[in-house]
């Protein structure tokens, strides 16, 4: 089946380094990838996206690639904020429908002053 | 717009009582989920909508029903609480393109239950 992993956390950084958090995947067929955010105490919100291999999504400074030839499609930012600090959340579209997402457990990240 | 809520933020229940959570959205979105996130596993799906009258089941639909009488509104029933079902629920709504074109999620802000 579908299935999604990513790196384990908690991830602790300094503000203004540069942060990657992996993302791997398994699925058939073509799946569309996602990374999502959550902050303390709320709900998820789509941070980016990439629907075809070699896409490649950004949003507020947050990028990532679809690399269909490694399966990945890991988060980069080259200078992060303390307003970064949340949960982030890579996901696949589910093949047998386009609505479903299947999730990765969560990578939390912690950015000191 | 309100986007999508959720009531009530928490819960604590008893083994064996039932509960309703629930959720609407005043986006007009056809299509609207139900995810429990636990420690380490991410978002699991419970059910899903993609109109109303019309639901399925996820990956984990096992003790939680849904109906969708309505376009707005999408309840999750708790049938019989058991510790296990311990977690933060979140509902989800989006308007799906025609085809299989992803259309953006939107999340409310989750309902934490706790089952002693």
């Known amino acids: 089946g579908n299935s999604v992993t990513q790196m384990e956390g908690p991830v602790t950084l300094s503000e203004e380094a540069f942060l990657t958090i992996n993302c791997t995947y398994t699925a058939t067929g073509y799946p569309s990838l996602f990374w999502y955010v959550q902050y303390p105490g709320e709900g998820l919100q789509l941070l980016l996206k990439a629907t075809k291999a070699d896409d490649k999504g950004s949003n507020k400074g947050f990028e990532a690639t679809y690399r269909k030839e490694t399966t990945s499609f890991h988060l980069e930012k080259g200078s992060v904020q303390v307003s970064d600090s949340a949960v982030y959340f890579c996901?696949?579209?589910?093949?047998?429908?386009?609505?479903?997402?299947?999730f990765g457990q969560g990578t939390r990240l912690t950015i000191n002053p | 717009n309100a986007g999508v809520t959720q009531t009530p933020k928490f819960q604590v229940l008893k083994t064996g009582q039932s509960m309703t959570l629930q959720c609407a959205q005043d986006m007009n979105h056809e299509y609207m989920s139900w995810y429990r996130q636990d420690p380490g596993m991410g978002l699991r799906l419970i059910h899903y909508s993609v109109g109303a009258g019309i639901t399925d089941q996820g990956e984990v639909p096992n003790g939680y029903n849904v109906s969708r009488s309505t376009t707005e509104d999408f309840p999750l029933r708790l049938l019989s609480a058991a510790p296990s079902q311990t977690s933060v629920y979140f509902c989800?709504?989006?308007?799906?393109?025609?085809?299989?074109?992803?259309?953006?999620?939107?999340f409310g802000p989750g309902t934490r239950l706790t089952v002693l």
């Open positions: 989800a709504s989006s308007y799906p393109k025609t085809g299989t074109s992803y259309n953006e999620q939107f």
């Open positions: 996901a696949l579209s589910g093949i047998q429908g386009a609505q479903k997402l299947v």
